[in-house]
């Protein structure tokens, strides 16, 4: 600790991120080599192009009743055919996707800052604080998966922002843990040590030195969590507790598809299938991320 | 062994304390003033959110004596845990019955359910997991492999319309709304498994190619023992560590999945039981539910934890 790093260049104020930028450039490298992670892109993109363009690319408007009779199958004039409104099905599901993947991300972003905080308290300040977080966790993780998430919606009441609130509490414990061990392992290094011996405060030390250097598996981690968000978020507006009618949002879609299935089979179809195109997707290139950062791995998750 | 079941346990007590506490916790937590809840559902109003009841400030305080609300926080906890162990959950506002009486009502359904499909997952996700583990990177590792990021990607409600429209609505063969009995059991059962599956497929081949490298492996098939009984004597039961670990974990998933699952089947269950309750702002209902269903959950997570000494000796012998 005493010793000065004196092989080391000197770190010059806003002038280390050179050694990250050129790991992340290979990991892109070795990530699109692969074939599945070239898949995994086309899929989302698939969803989130018309999502982003939604006002342009779709015919309709996505509210518009009496568009063709109730229950059109799919035509020329209506690709993925009507519902029981006579609302255009694909222009829905081309809003939907704007709707159901925000409260994916958004979610996701609540548990990634929650996870971050705890995780940063837990490993890097150690002692007291490390034993209330890893219990704060434990406590979570023993509620199942979606339950937490009903909880949360049923105390703050059932709305579309609280829907976001509901799904991301439910990724902090695993952000938490993954962040923790990941920081634990970190500021051992050598580098770490020697911005502390040089002065960098506590803050500045986690964020530009700890923090670069567990990106890799907290970016996986976040690819595997945005798919779990956009099904958990789906799966409660499907059973009610998150978007309204006559919002166009897949889980509630796939609802109004459940009711009327006997007599159309595309009401329900099509939002579905983009549900799966876009968790698909995001899994697929998770997958391609993990072997990329670990190529011991390669070939065998 | 009985060290470390007394392990186990010390780590299982305080989780109950917490997510009792967390449980009883959730009614003072409501945007909902519990007393006026009750007291408008005892005039048998609406059960709108915003309960609106009109009563005198004695009325008021009487009711909330009657409810014990104006017990310090402790006491109330010590009341409801002693209340929840002796089977008093409160009564439902929609149906007027007691909380347990419907959870007991209902609970063998979702159970059910529950452990049809976790045998639906363990059965397709080990066998499938050990098949790709076998001829890793042939076709069959891939279709494998291809299944099982479909099985963790669909979203179980939509794959439980799909096979309704496909085997009811197309088909015939089964209704639309589930029956009791096991033909009406399979559809929401392979559903609710397929996730479970997946992942389970997915951890066994890796579990499985790591074992089927090591030495005594290598011995086993040197000692000129035939290929089955390597694979499942030797390399098979040694990799189920760590699938038994998240065989347990994916209970609780089943569990939750079970919510979706019992609405798109139209099942009776605890699941769609609680969602009914959670629409119908029927708050002691879902506060007993949400007890049950994660003990239960904390339950079974205990139980997984004790099947490790008959796994792996190095436990069983305070390792």
Do not use: C
């Not at chain 1, 970016?219 to 099904?231: C, P």
């Not at chain 1, 507790?241 to 159309?264: F, H, I, N």
């Amino acid at each position: 600790m005493s010793t000065a790093p004196a092989p080391v260049p000197m770190p010059q104020a806003g002038e280390i991120a050179a050694p990250p930028e050129t790991y992340l450039h290979e990991l892109a490298r070795r990530l699109f080599r692969q074939p599945a992670a070239v898949i995994g892109v086309i899929f989302l993109a698939l969803v989130i192009v018309p999502a982003i363009f939604a006002p342009i690319v779709a015919p309709y408007d996505p509210l518009a009743q009496g568009l063709g009779a109730p229950f059109t199958p799919p035509t020329l004039q209506h690709l993925f055919g009507t519902d029981q409104f006579g609302r255009d099905v694909l222009s829905r599901v081309i809003y939907g996707g704007r709707l159901s993947l925000s409260i994916g991300i958004i979610a996701v972003a609540i548990g990634l800052v929650g996870g971050l905080v705890l995780g940063f308290a837990a490993g890097f300040a150690g002692g007291w604080a490390d034993e209330g977080v890893m219990r704060f966790v434990d406590f979570m993780l023993a509620f199942p998966g979606i339950l937490l998430a009903i909880a949360v919606v049923i105390m703050l009441g059932p709305s579309l922002g609280n829907l976001m609130i509901a799904v991301g509490v439910g990724g902090i414990p695993g952000f938490a843990r993954l962040i923790r061990g990941s920081v634990l392992a970190a500021k051992e290094e050598e580098f770490v040590h020697a911005a502390q011996a040089l002065g960098a405060s506590s803050l500045k030390v986690m964020a530009r030195h700890i923090l670069p250097n567990i990106l890799a598996p907290i970016v996986v981690l976040i690819t595997v969590s945005l798919a779990d968000a956009i099904l958990a978020g789906t799966g409660l507006s499907y059973l009610g507790l998150g978007a309204k009618p006559p919002t166009p949002e897949w889980g509630l879609m796939l609802s109004d598809g459940r009711d009327y299935m006997q007599v159309a089979w595309w009401v329900s179809t099509f939002p579905g299938i983009a549900i799966t195109l876009a968790v698909v997707g995001i899994n697929i290139l998770g997958d391609a991320m993990r072997n990329a950062i670990d190529p011991r791995l390669r070939g065998r998750v | 062994m009985r060290a470390y079941l007394f392990r186990r346990l010390l780590t299982l007590l305080p989780l109950v304390v917490l997510v009792t506490f967390a449980v009883f916790m959730m009614e003072h937590l409501l945007p909902i003033d519990p007393v006026k809840l009750m007291i408008n559902n005892e005039q048998g109003g609406e059960l709108a959110p915003v309960v609106d009841a009109k009563v005198s400030q004695q009325e008021y305080l009487t009711v909330k004596h009657e409810l014990g609300l104006d017990k310090p926080l402790l006491v109330q906890y010590g009341v409801f845990l002693y209340n929840a162990a002796h089977g008093n959950l409160g009564v439902s506002f929609s149906t007027r019955r007691t909380v347990a009486n419907m959870i007991e009502k209902n609970a063998p359904a979702t159970a059910e359910l529950a452990v049809a499909g976790l045998f639906i997952a363990i059965v397709i996700g080990i066998t499938l997991g050990v098949v790709a583990a076998l001829r890793p990177n042939s076709w069959v590792d891939a279709a494998a492999m291809g299944f099982a990021v479909f099985g963790l990607s669909i979203p179980a409600f939509w794959l439980g319309i799909m096979l309704l429209l496909f085997f009811a609505v197309d088909l015939g063969w089964v209704p639309v709304l589930s029956t009791p009995g096991l033909v009406g059991l399979i559809l929401p059962a392979f559903t609710l498994g397929v996730r479970a599956a997946a992942v389970l497929a997915r951890l066994t081949r890796s579990s499985m190619i790591e074992v089927l490298g090591l030495d005594y492996v290598r011995t086993a098939r040197a000692k000129g023992l035939r290929g089955s009984v390597v694979v499942i004597r030797h390399a098979l039961k040694n990799s189920l560590i760590p699938v038994v670990t998240v065989v347990g974990l994916q209970f609780g998933g089943l569990l939750s999945g079970a919510v979706i699952i019992e609405s798109v089947f139209g099942r009776p269950g605890l699941g769609s039981m609680t969602v009914t309750a959670i629409l119908g702002n029927d708050f002691p209902l879902v506060q007993g539910a949400v007890l049950v269903i994660s003990l239960s959950y904390l339950v079974v997570n205990f139980l997984v934890d004790l099947t490790y000494p008959l796994l792996d000796p190095r436990i069983r012998m305070g390792a």
